[in-house]
């Protein structure tokens, strides 16, 4: 396996423009941000495994295995490495692990306005789901986001190392800064296009 850092290039180290990418990153870190942001570089659809996952009342959907299973075995994709179930049938079909790898205070910060902010104004999330009200955040709970985030915040600690174990045929790309993330993105995007203008390549 292979692990870059934001000043490599992947496509040099992949040979090709990757087309299967993952991003992966504790709860508040800007995955799916991240992820959405990769598949515009690259034209790659993005689906957020949020929105196979919730159901209307943030149940799970029956349906979440399969329709993983089948968006996984399209040829292009860009997700979220998350969900415990499902994170080996990412990462065995995926090209590219992105790990955005923040500092704890880093993605607290960054869960606690995002709760607020989505509460606030009342951001309809996946199937109609709500954020619940803002005074349930100081009770300690699984269903509290901040309280999750904080008891998970270690969850991904070694993941290069699980990776590598597990799925040697990754090129993993690890982050440590939103800095390090857009100088990675622009270069992304111009060893994509590089590579596009090459003949035999896009």
Do not use: C
């Amino acid at each position: 396996m292979t692990v870059l850092g934001a000043d490599d290039d992947v496509v040099a180290a992949l040979g090709h423009v990757p087309r299967r990418v993952a991003v992966a990153g504790v709860s508040g870190s800007g995955k799916t941000t991240l992820a959405g942001r990769v598949g515009a570089v690259l034209g790659l659809p993005h689906t957020e495994i949020d929105g196979l996952f919730h159901g209307p009342g943030w149940t799970r959907r029956p349906e979440f295995l399969d329709d993983v299973a089948a968006l996984l075995a399209q040829d292009a994709w860009a997700v979220e490495y998350q969900y415990r179930q499902v994170r080996p049938r990412i990462a065995e079909r995926a090209e590219v692990v992105v790990w955005l790898d923040l500092p704890t205070r880093v993605t607290m910060w960054q869960v606690v306005v995002r709760t607020v902010r989505r509460r606030v104004r009342r951001v309809e999330l996946w199937n109609g789901n709500l954020e619940p009200p803002l005074w349930t955040l100081v009770r300690r709970s699984d269903e509290n986001i901040v309280w999750w985030s904080w008891s998970t915040r270690r969850s991904l600690d070694g993941l290069d190392a699980h990776l590598a174990a597990e799925h040697p045929h990754l090129v993993v790309v690890r982050l440590r800064s939103h800095r390090a993330a857009d100088r990675w993105l622009r270069r992304l995007g111009a060893s994509a296009g590089s590579a596009a203008d090459r003949p035999g390549q896009g």
